[in-house]
């Protein structure tokens, strides 16, 4: 079946610096992916829409500056967090529409700690 | 706007008991419901999904059925396994095909021997 590899699956960085996280469908082709992310004991959040060879769309909240997406192919998307602060980490999770009937295939997610 | 709202885990169970976990959702018309499953270090499943009032998903020996008068989708299975261990999400689209799906907090289950 579908497969999204998400990596990192976990990452510690330095307050400042900036984080990248790729998602990479590995046998089909991804023309649009979501991106989440999740706080202890609440929901997944979605964050934004990335679509292939166009901006992403965010969802109300969410800085466009600061939560960079880019999906410049059908295969790869990635999520940079610039200048992080420790009140971004969070678990950040991708999917990507996979076909029809509810077809979303979800990355195994990336747990982000900014020290 | 649309919300799940999902029994707060951690559930500890012995091997073979009975599984419950609560879902109620609002939203407005008549959403889609999903159960997604998370085993340890893999991404989101789904599970078992219904799309109208009184339908019932199923897969792997869970259930769910669809309560529109309740506004619920609780998950059921009749006797866990260790396998069965993992984060569970109920979730929700406002109505069927790609639309913004919305999750309850998660679940975790840990079924023990």
């Known amino acids: 079946g579908a497969v999204v590899s998400q990596h990192p699956s976990w990452v510690i960085c330095k307050s400042g610096t900036s984080v990248k996280i790729e998602c990479r469908s590995l046998?089909?082709?991804?023309?649009?992916m979501f991106w989440y992310r999740q706080f202890p004991k609440q929901s997944l959040m979605l964050m934004a829409t990335s679509n292939e060879g166009s901006k992403a769309t965010y969802e109300q909240g969410v800085e466009k500056d600061k939560f960079l997406i880019n999906h410049a192919s059908l295969t790869l998307s990635t999520l940079t967090v610039t200048s992080a602060h420790p009140e971004d980490s969070s678990f950040y999770i991708c999917s990507a529409q996979t076909g029809g009937n509810y077809g979303y295939t979800f990355g195994s997610g990336t747990r982000l700690t900014v020290v | 706007g649309n919300s799940v709202t999902q029994m707060e885990g951690p559930v500890t169970l012995s091997e073979e008991a009975f599984l419950t976990i609560n879902c109620t959702y609002t939203?407005?018309?008549?959403?889609?419901l999903f159960w997604y499953v998370q085993y340890p270090g893999e991404g989101l499943q789904l599970l078992l999904k219904?799309?109208?009032?009184?339908d019932k998903g199923s897969n792997k020996g869970f259930e769910a059925t669809y309560r529109k008068e309740t506004t619920s989708f609780h998950l059921e299975k009749g006797s866990v396994q260790v396998s069965d261990s993992a984060v569970y999400f109920c979730?929700?689209?406002?109505?069927?095909?790609?639309?913004?799906?919305?999750f309850g907090t998660g679940t975790k289950l840990q079924v023990i021997p």
């Open positions: 979730a929700l689209t406002p109505s069927g095909g790609y639309q913004k799906v919305t």
């Open positions: 939203a407005t018309g008549y959403p889609s």
């Open positions: 219904a799309t109208k009032a009184d």
């Open positions: 046998d089909f082709q991804a023309t649009t």
